[in-house]
């Protein structure tokens, strides 16, 4: 399909929906410092950790009642910064600004949105490249390995610091998905309800093959340094092959197909040479070079192996005793498109919440955008966060 | 499903099945020089090559009549030894030893196979390792840009050398394919049946990618040295990224499932560490190590860059223009969990020849092996490669 029919299909689609346009404005990014000692983090590897600083963000405001609270899990490559501007004419606005603001699905005018960086992160919570306290040095590989809960661990003490008993809400996409997964399993009396998007309960072989290839690329890099990288040059080729690995498996083929097709930069036809040629292939030179100015190579592999690992089935023996655990109500969101995360896998959470009871709700949405979907302009996913997300404050008294 | 129960499965699926059990023996490989001065080959990016060296095999005997000639074409990492054995007590057998040899499908006693290593290779066949008459030196990157159709040429030299007028048959998988595809196009009166196995008449932007990553990956190796590692340290950690990467390609997320799992190489639990863990993750620095020992770094960079360039389309303004030019007959077949070279693209080509008036077949056969089913035992494949030759070998009076 043309890119012309592909905007009059959108168009069409879009008639009866008329997103919010309110920015949340401008959002003041703040740092706590938890798990001090002695009350330190023991991680799933056994060892501890702390204190540790967090970034967060919020939007909105925490109602007298506390119950309004939703907290937005960032995936494998975001931060907090979920929503708004951090100055007044910035460029970019938050990763999820489209689906968080004033009359937005996740209205801030409502509710009072929480997104903090992840533990392990590059974007001010506590990382690789922090000083490792017994150094002085950046910690590089010497930091731990964090898991999936031991992130969420980290987002229970960002909550209690709040104040905040109960969550509404927790959510997120992908590797935040993973996390707002296992939120209410850690915690069941700490969250009403769940939106797992774009999610698993443990990532398949192929999707822990590509994370194992982009670790090979960042350590392989010569400038990687053993991960010691920090003031000399980054592993700046290992790490844009691990992007343009990660693109790929975000955009489904189709939309591959449509979005660049075989066109050559020079019309006139091959150059028949090892240049990038293919639109498809200047785009992923792009998105490789604009990563590596902005992620930190350790904190990737951190992240993909806290992804790789993530596995409720592994933990709790079966996916229904997982789920057992869990006192939330559930939104489960799939994209047919999705070969990262694969609709099926999203079946397996929900045919195991439905057996062992619990109040699940699923939706496999119809889109040729991919993993990618839950980050785009999607009316129908934001009409179901939307219904779903005010129907729980309805329904959920969360004290 | 477990392994032990694909086993039963397999073993059903092939009780009224009997390959050919009996190998092609010791096989000799051959070299011949063609398109030397002043008859150098002009290539389709403008420049001329020659002389060109070519490595050959062949199996069973040319009969008197010249008309039961079959050529037989490699895939990326191929070679000219399709069947047999180099020597006795070889442990490896050639590529495609479960199809070919005496009383197998493509059936040695009938039929007289030839397989050559295509124009880039890095075994025995003219390539970037080999001397610049220019220079002395390696070629590196200074070998010409070559194309699906400059590989063709050179094997239809091959073929006039062999003097055979007219092939029965040609056929190939992936990059094989391809080729068998574009040879009724080029030389229509030099072949008069085609099976076309696991290929496209262009590469999916997806598939560009995949191709794209990895060389990006080999000419990111510092050892890489702009192409002139001769003698050097070799580009392996690139070339092993781009093989893993391929690997993946090759393999369908279904049978990843069953061949891999999740399954962890130490079975109490997590290491907590980066080192491959997971039976995926050993697999991949398996299959990437043993490659840079037989593969030519440079070769991978020409090889996929003629995939990406192959395109009928481009070439012939239409794909039915393409096909109108062929006068043999096909038979296509794809493989339903093929999702490097989907059944879409070869039922694209199969709907080109009906509509141009060609005698064409087509099998989507069902598999979970993906695009690898070509080269694995499949029985069904089989039974339609031998039907289909066999058949051919009746129909079609080459002379």
Chains 1, 2 share one sequence.
């Not at 983090?41 to 950790?49: I, K, N, P, Q």
């Not at 910064?81 to 699905?105: F, N, Q, R, S």
């Not at 690789?128 to 809960?149: H, K, Q, S, Y």
């Not at 066109?263 to 293919?278: C, V």
Request: charged share 20%; net charge negative.
């Amino acid at each position: 399909m043309a890119e012309t029919d592909r905007q009059t299909e959108a168009a069409k689609f879009e008639a009866d929906y008329t997103p919010g346009s309110a920015s949340a404005g401008i959002v003041q990014p703040r740092d706590v410092t938890l798990a001090g000692p002695p009350d330190e983090l023991t991680l799933s590897c056994g060892r501890r950790l702390g204190p540790i600083r967090v970034r967060y963000e919020t939007l909105g405001t925490l109602n007298e009642a506390r119950d309004n609270a939703v907290l937005i899990i960032h995936a494998l490559t975001g931060d907090a910064h979920v929503a708004g501007l951090h100055a007044a004419g910035d460029a970019k606005t938050g990763w999820w600004d489209i689906m968080v603001g004033p009359g937005k699905p996740i209205d801030t005018d409502k509710y009072f949105v929480i997104c903090s960086n992840c533990l392990g992160g590059c974007s001010g919570t506590t990382g690789p490249a922090d000083p490792n306290p017994a150094t002085g040095r950046p910690w590089g590989l010497d930091f731990p390995i964090i898991t999936v809960e031991d992130m969420v661990h980290v987002q229970r003490l960002l909550i209690d610091h709040l104040g905040i008993e109960k969550l509404l809400c927790v959510t997120g996409g992908s590797l935040g998905g993973q996390q707002a997964l296992a939120w209410p399993i850690l915690y069941p009396d700490r969250v009403a309800t769940t939106m797992v998007i774009a999610a698993a309960a443990r990532l398949s072989p192929q999707a822990i093959a590509w994370n194992a290839i982009g670790r090979n690329a960042i350590v392989s890099d010569p400038d990687f340094n053993g991960g010691q990288f920090y003031g000399g040059p980054l592993p700046r080729r290992g790490l844009a092959i691990a992007r343009m690995i990660g693109h790929i498996t975000y955009l489904s083929e189709e939309k591959m197909r449509w979005k660049f097709g075989r066109q050559l930069r020079n019309a006139a036809g091959p150059a028949y040479d090892f240049s990038s040629e293919f639109e498809v292939e200047t785009y992923l030179d792009h998105q490789g070079n604009r990563f590596v100015e902005r992620f930190d190579a350790n904190s990737y592999l951190y992240f993909t192996k806290a992804m790789d690992y993530f596995d409720l089935v592994a933990q709790h023996g079966t996916l229904d005793a997982a789920m057992a655990r869990a006192s939330s109500r559930f939104l489960v969101v799939s994209f047919t498109t999705d070969w990262l995360f694969p609709a099926y896998q999203s079946r397996e959470i929900v045919n195991a919440l439905i057996r062992t009871g619990k109040r699940a709700t699923y939706a496999n949405l119809k889109t040729d955008h991919g993993h990618d979907a839950f980050l785009l302009e999607f009316p129908e996913l934001h009409r179901i966060v939307r219904g779903f997300l005010d129907e729980s404050a309805k329904q959920c008294r969360v004290r």
